[in-house]
């Protein structure tokens, strides 16, 4: 699969379980879960928005900016360890899940750093 698809089809699928996961939040949550697990949980929803909206951004910018894969499969990793540990953190309050969180943080910031680099790094275009 082309990249540009890969992101497209990644961000599209991290956005409807981003938004299903904010509802079940919404609906179904806030009376099961504590205050505290409930504002873990609403963070990693927005974070795992932020991103998906991000991977959507990058399958437009596939074609025209060489190795901004590399800032996909950045953003990915930091849903899967970011949000993926507050998640299991919202729901079984294991707080050695907390120490994954900034693994994922790390892997967003790098993924951000990385795209400015590739934005500064582009040659101007003609015209």
């Not at 879960?33 to 928005?49: I, P, S």
């Not at 910018?61 to 899967?80: C, D, E, K, R, S």
């Amino acid at each position: 699969m082309p990249l540009d698809r890969l992101w497209l089809t990644l961000g599209a699928f991290f956005a409807l379980t981003g938004v299903a996961a904010g509802a079940l939040g919404a609906h179904g949550l806030k009376s099961a879960l504590d205050a505290e697990a409930f504002q873990v949980f609403e963070t990693g929803v927005r974070y795992q928005m932020y991103h998906a909206l991000a991977l959507v951004a990058l399958a437009a910018l596939a074609p025209q900016v060489p190795g901004v894969h590399w800032t996909g499969w950045l953003f990915i990793a930091g849903i899967m360890l970011f949000c993926g540990s507050l998640y299991l953190l919202a729901f079984t309050g294991v707080r050695f899940l907390g120490a994954i969180t900034p693994l994922g943080g790390l892997c967003f910031i790098a993924g951000w750093g990385l795209l400015l680099y590739q934005a500064l790094a582009r040659p101007p275009q003609a015209g």
